[in-house]
């Protein structure tokens, strides 16, 4: 029962995102950079597949490693909209999908700061992507402040799968997530 509660209060918090997620309706940025982490499914799985590591982690790790990749996500979108080349970006946002999977089928638990700087390297990757694909008509600020705030509900969305979950119910699902995860990347590779 308490899992359905989680999931019908993360399907209620993702919904209008996912309602907004239809670009060209706005000019103000907020909405486009709502929309990226959802109409990517390489940044929605990467995304998910943090909020599962890190509530697998538990303890303090459980925020550390979303923050870790919210900020530098943030850095690379900004080195992005400043015109900063960052090379190989859609080969690092797919090892980001592949690596985030395996880390979350695999249950990996190293210490906390490895765990925060490979979070952070794979967000930066993504947040290149978003910096980069930014809408001419987009205002920073708002584009910025969308994307950062699609991304926290999607690894909240993973961290409250876990978190809802029953013990070994749940951590057995949360690997089967990551192996479909990492699939996933992999298929997207070679597509």
Not at 35 to 58: C, K, R, S
Not at 132 to 143: D, F, I, K, Q
Request: net charge positive; charged share 5%; hydrophobic share 65%.
């Amino acid at each position: 029962m308490k899992f359905i509660k989680y999931s019908a209060a993360v399907a209620a918090a993702t919904m209008p995102a996912l309602a907004l997620a239809h670009t060209g309706h706005e000019t103000s940025g907020l909405m486009a950079g709502i929309a990226h982490p959802f109409t990517g499914l390489d940044h929605l799985l990467a995304m998910v597949a943090v909020g599962l590591w890190a509530a697998q982690m538990g303890g303090k790790a459980t925020w550390q490693l979303p923050l870790a990749f919210i900020g530098t996500m943030m850095l690379g979108g900004l080195l992005a909209m400043a015109g900063v080349a960052v090379p190989f970006v859609e080969a690092g946002i797919l090892a980001s999908v592949i690596a985030s999977g395996v880390l979350v089928a695999m249950a990996a638990r190293f210490n906390t700061t490895v765990c925060v700087a490979l979070t952070a390297a794979m967000a930066m990757f993504h947040g290149v992507a978003h910096g980069a694909e930014m809408p001419l008509s987009a205002h920073p600020v708002s584009y910025v402040a969308g994307f950062l705030g699609a991304t926290l509900v999607l690894h909240l969305a993973g961290i409250a799968a876990i978190k809802a979950g029953k013990g070994a119910l749940a951590a057995t699902a949360a690997r089967v997530a990551g192996g479909a995860i990492a699939f996933a990347g992999m298929a997207l590779a070679v597509a």
